[in-house]
């Protein structure tokens, strides 16, 4: 293969509380018990995977005011297994989601310095934010936060917490070789900041880990969020996932960050994607019919169509038409899920492409909430991520696997040395940090 041919860049996403994860397979295993996360760590570890990415819930997510069943496992803390896991791994690096809206900068400044420092800088930072005052009610200002001040409390947020992380020299750590290491304080500088979100005068309590800041990602698909990922991420988490949508994507944030004064290599773009595997293709399509009815059952795909309709609807058949009433535009019915979209416009097209495809509720469910996926054979689904990311509809991708913990097991032994053979993908880490396994400057 030519070497100017891009390098595949992976990611693994913790298979926790969401609607791919499947809980009635035989297979599946605890999604809170440390083993768990261990397997799935080490697996991605032994793929070469870029990072282990755990994602996080504030609150448990409600319907129709009892707690959404998608959610009772729980969700054990971000930074307590991130902190665990870089005891048992070496390479891989260690991302998790943390919110803007409802932390404090110099507390997630120093949690992320503890945990590059643990990891030897394997440390990544998901950046995420929320008006959700429902999550808030868990807090003590809960619902305190407009809609419209998410992105202006991260943006106050990412300037305090950079100040903490860069208000230590590199040479406040002095080594003597009679007394040891010690700390001259005359090189640690007070962090004093005057805002309308935060108002600081401190001392950072320890130094910025191996990488100087945590490596950067950033999730937010509408036009606020690609402008900050544009001006602050290291990388994108998106869930645009079709090849010309993922193109137009690309495309569109790579010329913000250039708009900028960044270079668009240094912002990374990850699209969500689902994988699964067969020795044939018909056998691979039939694998990923099956998973999709497990992971929406009748009662789900009820519920999902509740939350853009706005009403009880468990009158109605999963596997008959679609309600003949408009949603009521109440949004209350589900608490603790973002939404998308105005709910009569969201309706029609459902209709549209029910009528066109001659969909049941549960198949247009299962249809409108799929995630990109591949699936076929390991030789298909490996030409096919080589292709995304040649075609520059991204750079890599974060695999959700659908089983906890053994998910990605197949295709690290299957996938990978395929993407290995075709000379785009590594065959062992040449560098020890997330940001060198990404390719980041320092």
Known sequence: MSKHRKQVHLAAHFPGVNNTTVWTDPAAGSQIEFDSFVHLARTAERGLFDFFFLAEGLRLREHRGRIYDLDVVGRPDTFTVLAALAGVTERIGLTGTINTTFNEPFEV?????SLDHLSDGRAGWNIVTSSDA?????????????????????????????????????????????????????????VEHRG???????????????????????????????SFGARHADALFTLHGSLEDGQRYYADVKGRAAAQGRNPDQLKVFPAATFVLGDTAAEAA????????????GATAIAMLE???GRDLSGYDPDGPLPDIDPTGDTSITQGRVRHGDPLAVARSYRERAAAENLSIRELVIAVTS?????????????????????????????????????LDDFVDQVVPLLQDRGVYRTEYTGHTLREHLGLAG
């Open 371 to 407: 995630r990109q996926q591949f699936v076929g054979t390991a030789a298909h689904i490996a030409a096919e991520i080589d292709r995304y990311v040649q075609a520059d509809a991204c750079d890599g991708f974060i695999l959700v696997p659908h089983l906890t913990p053994h998910g």
């Open 307 to 309: 939350q853009v309709w």
């Open 109 to 113: 400044a120093r949690q992320f310095a």
């Open 134 to 190: 429902f999550t808030g009610a868990n807090f003590r200002r809960g619902g305190f936060l407009d809609h419209a001040d998410r992105y202006r409390r991260a943006e106050e947020f990412l300037t305090v917490a950079r100040a903490f992380w860069d208000s230590w020299a590199a040479d406040a750590l002095v080594a003597d070789g009679a007394a040891g290491t010690y700390v001259d304080p005359a090189r640690i500088r007070i």
């Open 196 to 226: 309308r979100q935060f108002d600081v005068r401190g001392l950072a309590t320890l130094p910025a880990g191996p990488q100087g800041h945590p490596v950067l990602l950033q999730a937010g698909d509408s036009d606020e969020g690609r």
């Open 286 to 297: 039939e694998k990923a019919r099956h998973i999709r009815y497990q992971q929406v059952s």
